[in-house]
């Protein structure tokens, strides 16, 4: 059965890294697009894991050659999407999550029509705010950048297929558990699974 796409966007802090890889180590057949960016790691971010962490150079070289099915600007930063990664991935069959901002879900949804699209809703902005203050990674600066990024991001929900809340944690991950299995019995998925019934001799 083809794998599917499923691209993920949240505002910054509402908890979608830490969902995704929840999901994935519970969903064996799930693989992560690892984009590539022109930020810095932070504390424990393995590069290419989390990230191909690449300099601006290096950034604009691969765009020029085509090698971005999407990039954008977020936060200051340049962030991409291989054509080589999600290809790879695909050709061995698995589920690829991709972790986009709404600029690249936007983008995605044009190339993958048929993409499943989650977008994570924080309980509040209160919340956002304390969680990245909590992650303890980003100054006050970036943290003041990515709150009203938020904004502009949430604004965009209403374009996804579904939109999880990230209040419980296990609570999301179920959920996004739940959509997964729901989109894997799409009958689209299944055709040639009917039409060998529909040919088969009794
Ligand atoms: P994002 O990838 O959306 O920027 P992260 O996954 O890095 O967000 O989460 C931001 C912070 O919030 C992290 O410190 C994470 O541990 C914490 N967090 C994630 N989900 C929850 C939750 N349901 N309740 C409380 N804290 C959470
Ligand atoms: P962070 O710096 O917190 O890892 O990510 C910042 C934002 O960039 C998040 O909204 C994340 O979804 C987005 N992002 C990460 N990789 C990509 C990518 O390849 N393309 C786009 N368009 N956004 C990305």
Redesign the pocket.
Known sequence: MKGLLVV?????GAG??TIISRVRAVEPNCAF?V???T?AP?AGEVEGI??HFVTEDGFSDIERSGG?V???H??A?R????VAEVDRQLAAGRDVL????????R?LMRRYPDAVTIFVLPPSMAEIRRRLQGRALDDEATIRL?LH?ARI?IATAGEYRFTVTNEELDRAVEDVRAILRAERLRSSLHAARIRQLVAEEV
């Open positions: 993920f966007s949240a505002p910054s979608k890294t697009s984009s590539h960016t930020r932070r989390d990230y971005f999407e990039w954008a977020v936060h930063h962030y991409g999407t291989s991709f972790d986009v901002d709404y600029q690249g879900g983008a990515r990024n991001e």
